[in-house]
């Protein structure tokens, strides 16, 4: 009985670990995707304020991205859990930068 529970443990914790490697990899959108062509790295994994962090350091960036922001956020388009995705974690940077531009 007390070798069973070792090996129940076991597989218990390999199928975890399966799972959680087993994670989707957003699609870079053309957004995120212009930014890490820009030198940001692998925005993925990236919390808003390093995005935040990095855009205030690149003006021109930040204002486009904004701007294109701006109109992401107006479409209806968006899932619930926009917000939580690389796309919607940028864009909560980039609203936040002290950069400023008559659209």
Request: aromatic share 6%.
């Amino acid at each position: 009985m007390f070798e069973a529970v070792p090996q129940s443990l076991l597989l218990l914790v390999l199928c975890e670990l399966t799972l959680v490697g087993c994670r989707q990899k957003e699609t870079a959108t053309p957004l995120v995707a212009r930014l890490e062509a820009a030198g940001s790295g692998d925005l993925s994994a990236a919390t808003t304020n390093s995005i935040y962090q990095w855009l205030e350091q690149h003006e021109q960036l930040a204002l486009l991205t904004k701007k294109d922001c701006l109109r992401i956020m107006d479409s209806a388009a968006k899932p619930a859990n926009w917000g939580d995705t690389t796309e919607g974690r940028v864009c909560t940077a980039a609203l936040s930068t002290s950069f400023y531009h008559k659209y």
